[in-house]
């Protein structure tokens, strides 16, 4: 035998020369990459370190080590006599889940400060390391210097004792729209608009939708809307001033000279729509612009 070799053997077999026994619990915890018998016993022989008994499992996980197996490896250094082993060993890896949300949220801690105004953070997808090797860690979003491009994708480092044991990723877009008026609650088909049903948000306004509430208070919907639905043109109207049968005050200029007479509308109409009404004086149908007060302007039209 090479004298080396001999010597290790001898180095090896030392701490058994006494015959002592080594109790092998039926469950160990192992922080490295790989299982030794040195970790299966507690002040285990140095030597014992050298007995590779696999790889170790993924953090968070466990593997079974037959109890035929470990007495096999431990031949290498004589110790299958000297093992109390009653089974199998299950072995187990300290470690951590990474936290969707969590991630999520270290984004935003780190990137909402640089958005400008009028910008939202909006997040398209998630990805998420395997479990890691460490309990407690700290999640550390890396973000590039300067203006922030959109669509981006975003690292975020994991990080156990300053060094980095895993890593996530963020897809996001950020939203540089106009600011646009959006309802607070949920409004039917033919409510009235109150000041109180709407507000300004920034970053979401596309090419339609209104940005002053002035534009959109005391109109009616069209169709019902949803809280937080952007109310556009095609969804407002004006209130109608006159429904029809209402009685109107019917006034034509002819010349320098005002007439005034009562009439009764024939259609529904706000201020500055075109409606037609009857003079109930004549019975003769006139279309007229209905004005303030039940006003119809009559500027020519008839029959």
Do not use: C
């Not at 007495?71 to 060993?89: K, S």
């Not at 890896?93 to 909006?122: K, S, T, W, Y």
């Amino acid at each position: 035998m090479n004298p080396i070799a001999l010597t290790l053997v001898l180095t090896l077999a030392l701490p058994l020369a006494g015959h002592a026994r080594y109790l092998v619990a039926s469950h160990v915890s192992v922080a490295g990459e790989r299982v030794t018998l040195a970790d299966l016993v507690p002040d285990a022989p140095a030597g014992w370190q050298q007995v590779a008994l696999g790889r170790s499992p993924r953090p968070g996980d466990e593997r079974v080590l037959a109890r035929e197996w470990v007495l096999q490896r431990a031949q290498q250094v004589g110790a299958e006599d000297v093992l109390e082993l009653g089974g199998d060993v299950v072995v187990s890896r300290p470690g951590g889940v990474v936290d969707r949300e969590a991630v999520i949220a270290a984004v935003e801690q780190a990137l909402l400060p640089r958005l400008h105004p009028g910008e939202n953070l909006r997040i398209d997808a998630v990805g998420l390391p395997n479990p890691v090797a460490a309990e407690e860690f700290d999640l550390v979003a890396r973000l590039p210097d300067g203006e922030l491009p959109s669509p981006a994708t975003l690292w975020v480092d994991v990080e156990a004792g300053g060094k980095r044991v895993g890593r996530a990723w963020v897809r996001l877009e950020i939203a540089r729209g106009r600011p646009v008026l959006v309802l607070t609650r949920h409004v039917r088909r033919g409510d009235v608009i109150a000041a109180e049903d709407v507000e300004v948000r920034s970053g979401q306004g596309g090419s339609g939708g209104y940005a002053d509430p002035s534009q959109v208070v005391g109109k009616q919907l069209v169709r019902s809307l949803r809280a937080g639905s952007a109310p556009g043109p095609r969804d407002l109207e004006a209130v109608p001033l006159v429904d029809r049968g209402d009685l109107v005050r019917v006034v034509a200029r002819v010349g320098g000279v005002l007439a005034s007479t009562m009439g009764k509308s024939l259609e529904t109409g706000g201020v500055g729509d075109l409606v037609r009404v009857e003079n109930l004086q004549s019975g003769r149908q006139l279309i007229g612009v209905l004005q303030e007060g039940g006003v119809v302007e009559i500027a020519g039209y008839g029959r």
